[in-house]
């Protein structure tokens, strides 16, 4: 593209650890042919100081940090394709900073627990199976997680491997209040699309709706807070509102803003979608 000063990178066999247990570890430049699991941390929660990066590869596993101990990781420039549906989802859970990444096949999505950036990523194509309910960016619980200026989809399915009858998009972006709580969450300048097909065969596969902010009374942990969410675009796509019910469902409780945000979130076509609340 104009502007792009990048040069084109040749992709040698990545040779070493894919259970990371010491902070150091740079992969640059690699395929790599399954799981990256980091179980190391340098104690430091920036980008800034990453303990492992991971830069202008192609890793056909997912790339999973669980604790809040580990990392930072850091994931630049970077194809993330399992080849099949694995367990966890492509990118996730904690002190992770991705940045132009294509996220596709396997779960698709980049989930976070807590201390997590997304910017600039494509995430797509996700293998329908199991009983999974599937996002390209959320969390079940999640604390300090910025999703800026992504391209997501949801319901796009680039391959099926059995799946039950419950499986299929929950939303684009999506958050449930499952195992903490949903807050200090800022979600700006993406592009969302789903109903994909709405068929009668295929509706109850795509996102009911496109952003799922996180407000579910029932659940644990049923409130949001401090959630910002800004001049995003909603895709109208098959069902015309972006999801089957509808672009977006609630952010909070009517008259509980609870410090959220919500400004200048269009459709496609300009026309200005108002703040939900329950």
Request: proline share 6%.
């Amino acid at each position: 593209m104009p502007g792009d000063t990048r040069k084109p990178v040749t992709l040698t066999a990545y040779t070493g650890p894919t259970t990371i247990r010491n902070c150091g570890v740079v992969i640059d430049s690699k395929v790599v042919n399954e799981t990256i699991i980091i179980e190391a941390g340098n104690g430091t929660k920036s980008k800034a100081t990453p303990c492992v990066t991971i830069r202008n590869s192609l890793v056909k596993g997912v790339i999973y940090s669980e604790k809040s101990t580990y990392g930072p990781t850091l994931i630049e420039d970077t194809e993330v394709a399992p080849p099949e549906l694995p367990w966890w989802e492509n990118i996730g859970r904690a002190n992770v900073f991705a940045y132009r990444v294509n996220s596709h096949g396997g779960q698709g999505v980049i989930k976070c627990d807590t201390n997590c950036e997304a910017k600039d990523n494509w995430v797509h194509g996700m293998n329908l199976g199991g009983q999974y309910h599937y996002n390209a960016f959320g969390g079940n619980g999640t604390d300090n997680f910025r999703i800026d200026h992504n391209y997501a989809t949801c319901g796009d399915w680039s391959a099926t491997s059995n799946p039950g009858g419950d499986a299929g998009c929950s939303a684009v972006i999506g958050f449930y209040g499952d195992f903490g709580p949903i807050q200090n969450i800022t979600i700006n300048r993406n592009y969302l699309a789903s109903t994909f097909d709405v068929s009668s065969a295929g509706i109850n596969r795509q996102a009911g709706y496109c952003l799922n902010p996180g407000h579910y009374p029932g659940k644990p942990y049923p409130d949001t807070r401090n959630l910002t969410v800004t001049d995003n675009v909603f895709a109208r796509g098959g069902s015309g509102k972006c999801g089957v019910f509808g672009p977006t469902n609630s952010l909070n409780k009517v008259g509980v803003p609870n410090g959220n945000v919500w400004t200048n979130n269009t459709y496609n076509d300009g026309q200005v979608i108002s703040r939900v609340e329950q």
